[in-house]
């Protein structure tokens, strides 16, 4: 090859559209420089032809660039991975044997998973942050390399990283191999990296340690996880870590132990919660007011049992494309039977019990059904993620010209429940099928299409905020997720809406037309508060344990001053109990603090157990037939008629407003 030929510039494009010329082989910390000293030292990495690049990788033929700094959107994710890598440079130089597998970047931080015999404990993470910003400060450089896979894989069993080997020898045959060296340390990796591990900065922290499965299966060995977060700076950090925090004071987990609202057992088993009395309370006043809810618009009560028959599953489909996430058969004289993972086969049989005229319908079935389904032990999560709840199901068999309108009345009824709670952040996510995996979804796109229209139909003219996602339908039918957020930004996906059309054809659901002859029905599946479970655990987040006074599980607490209080205490729980409520399940619900502690401390104590009103009663109080209120914030209200106590929190309860301080 000529001289001239080698020497032939390329041309490299801006996002503005200006063009510059380069010698092949230029760098974009090179293009960076050309530009200006303060982009050169501001970028971070490179986009070529809308690929992220390496500043320091050479870029061969004319391209459009744009080069990325902290000020970009994709910088975080950028930091966060080169912080992972200096997490395990930092393990590996603190404790030298373990080996490293795979270090991913991920919501609001970075993570690496070890394989170390002895455990890691809370007190090495300040020895591995300490090390880790000694790296970045010493601004190792990266370089990249690649090598032949079969190179590669011997090298990494050499040095006694067989989890390395394992995973670089099921790299695609057309993928690189592509190692980078930060220093001396190295590890496989896709990148980019930066430049140096300076640019990583100072904005990070190791927040938690956790146990994890090579790669999530949990007949693999099991591995140690690291967790950390990185942001820009420390202002972004010191942000974080106070939602952390307040996240952490929130924990449903925390909270439920705390107020004796659920517990789980190992004897029961994992991820089957088992509710206590004041939890029960919540579960029962969230069931009345769907009950009342539902009655409004028309749903009937049903009841159908947990375990069912092998044969039902197989014609609904269930075992076909929801298998793997059901329990085990029980073989029950010679039949196999199934925990119940889902109540819709099962409410296609009561609609067949009998026929059903056009006139009649819609028919809304609804039952607060238990379910079970299995999950890896590593996905539990409280009462976030369990293996046995109880759903706000119901199923709406509808004509073809009524499944807009029934599915616009489903998103109304989340907004009358999300209004009711203060939920002012929610949107929907529309999941569509990505009809390309026809393993996952029914293959009718006809039928896909209609039921997709009809449902963007009523999402537009509901007026509430939505998105669209592929890929993540139901195997039957397009579905709307409602997504929501709690007090601290953690969004949920809190309940799940269907539109299903393959149910008319596997069940034979058919209503009489005005023709007289049989018409297919279409099905819609919702459950607007989600499960018991997940809901119960987002509420006590949402409200922090602080219920409003119709769902706190224990209204008012009355507190004696001293023994000569006692009778009046007790006819001051008579009333309040005794007094009906409209809205609730029972009555007011009310106790009495009757240990011999000062009433400081039983008025702290009810304040830790967050309990909206205390009544504090002494002798001047029972001769004017008073109580003195107390409010859990501390408030204190002074003394009150005890009938005008009981028509506040009577009206509380009914109104299922907070008013509450």
């Known amino acids: 090859m000529s001289a001239a030929a080698v020497a032939e510039p390329i041309k490299i494009t801006l996002p503005d559209g ?63 991975h080169d912080a992972a890598h200096v997490l395990a440079m930092a393990v590996q130089d603190l404790f030298p044997g373990t080996q490293v597998t795979i270090g991913p ?62 995973l670089i020898e099921s790299i695609p045959s057309n993928e690189d191999v592509s190692i980078y060296y930060h220093g001396n340390w190295h590890d496989l990796c896709r990148g980019p990296h930066f430049a140096t591990t300076a640019p990583v900065g100072d904005a990070f922290k190791l927040t938690k340690l956790a146990g994890a499965y090579w790669r999530g299966d949990a007949k693999n060995a099991q591995l140690q996880r690291i967790y950390g977060t990185a942001w820009r700076d420390k202002k972004e950090l010191d942000a974080y870590l106070e939602r952390l925090a307040e996240q952490e004071k929130r924990d449903h987990r925390r909270i439920g132990k705390d107020l004796e609202l659920f517990t789980f057992s190992p004897d029961v088993g994992a991820g089957l919660p088992l509710w206590m009395p004041n939890g029960m309370v919540i579960r029962q006043e969230l069931e009345f007011l769907a009950t009342q809810e539902e009655r409004k618009d028309g749903y009937k009560r049903v009841s159908t049992p947990e375990i069912t028959k092998e044969n039902l599953y197989i014609r609904s489909r269930h075992l076909a494309y929801y298998g793997e996430d059901m329990y085990s058969p029980i073989d029950i004289e010679g039949e196999n039977y199934y925990l119940k993972p889902m109540n819709c086969p099962h409410h296609h049989m009561i609609y067949l019990a009998t026929r059903h005229s056009y006139r009649e319908l819609p028919v ?67 999941s569509l099928p990505d009809l390309s995996k026809k393993h996952n979804f029914v293959d009718e796109p006809q039928k896909w299409r209609d039921s997709g229209e009809i449902i963007r139909r009523a999402m537009n003219e509901s007026g509430l905020p939505y998105i669209e996602a592929e890929g993540e339908a139901a195997f039957y039918g397009p579905k ?26 596997t069940f034979g659901l058919r209503y009489i037309g005005e023709d007289g002859h049989d018409h297919p029905v279409y099905v819609i599946h919702r459950a607007p508060l989600g499960s018991h479970e997940r809901f119960t655990a987002f509420l006590i987040e949402h409200y922090a344990g602080n219920f409003p006074t119709w769902l706190a599980p224990i209204q008012a607490r009355v507190i004696p001053i001293s023994e000569k209080a006692f009778d009046y205490s007790h006819k001051v729980v008579d009333q309040i109990f005794q007094t ?3 809205n609730g399940t029972t009555g007011l619900r009310v106790d009495i603090d009757v240990s011999n502690e000062r009433m400081q401390k039983k008025i702290r104590d009810a304040q ?13 109080e029972a001769a004017e ?28 309860a009914e109104s299922r407003v907070d008013v509450v301080e």
């Open 18 to 80: 200006k063009t510059l010329e380069f010698k092949k082989g230029v760098t974009g910390s090179e293009i960076a420089a050309s530009i200006g000293p303060g982009l050169a030292k501001a970028a971070l990495i490179l986009e070529v032809d809308g690929k992220q690049w390496d500043l320091f990788r050479p870029i061969e033929h004319d391209a459009k660039i744009r080069i990325i700094t902290r000020k970009d959107p994709e910088a975080l994710e950028l930091i966060r």
């Open 105 to 166: 970047a991920i919501d609001d931080g970075f993570y690496y998973d070890f394989a170390r015999a002895e455990p890691f404990t809370l007190d090495d993470l300040p020895k591995i942050e300490a090390k880790m910003h000694e790296i970045i400060r010493a601004g190792l450089p990266t370089a990249r390399e690649v090598w032949p896979r079969e190179k590669a894989v011997q090298h990494f069993k050499d040095i006694g990283e067989t989890y390395k080997a394992e």
């Open 364 to 430: 809304r079935l609804a039952e607060y059904g238990h379910c079970y389904r299995y999950e890896a032990s590593g996905g539990l999560s409280g009462l976030m993620r369990v293996r046995g709840f109880a759903q706000n199901d119901a199923h709406i068999y509808c004509r073809f010209d009524q499944a807009k309108d029934e599915f616009l009345k489903v998103m109304r009824l989340h907004a009358r429940y999300y209004d009711l709670m203060g939920i002012k952040d929610y949107y929907m996510r529309f």
């Open 480 to 505: 709307v997720d409602f997504m929501i957020k709690s007090a601290i930004g953690t969004e949920y996906a809190i309940s799940t809406n269907q539109l299903d059309f393959m149910a008319t054809e």
């Open 580 to 582: 009906p409520v409209v």
């Open 608 to 620: 830790l157990q967050k309990i909206p009103y205390m009544l504090v009663v002494g002798e001047r």
């Open 625 to 652: 037939g008073k109580v003195a209120v107390r409010l859990r914030s501390g408030k204190d209200l002074g003394p009150m008629p005890l009938a005008t106590l009981i028509e506040r929190l009577k009206k509380e």
